[in-house]
């Protein structure tokens, strides 16, 4: 779990992304889970998140 107050993370991992709903479009979080080693390196990518209950 990470932190990112100023957005940092947001645009190096490219999940700050234009969105679409009902005609608008706005600026928004694309739910995504990254695999990051100790080094910081990617190793798995979970694009399409879905919350279970």
């Known amino acids: 779990l990470v932190s990112d107050e100023d957005g940092t993370l947001c645009d190096s ?4 992304v234009e969105k679409n709903m009902y ?3 706005y600026m928004g ?3 995504a889970t990254f695999l990051i080693d100790e080094k ?3 190793r ?4 399409k998140v879905k919350v279970k209950e």
């Open 40 to 42: 910081g390196v990617i």
């Open 29 to 31: 979080i694309q739910r």
């Open 13 to 16: 991992y490219g999940v700050w």
């Open 23 to 25: 005609g608008r479009k």
């Open 44 to 47: 798995n990518i979970w694009p």
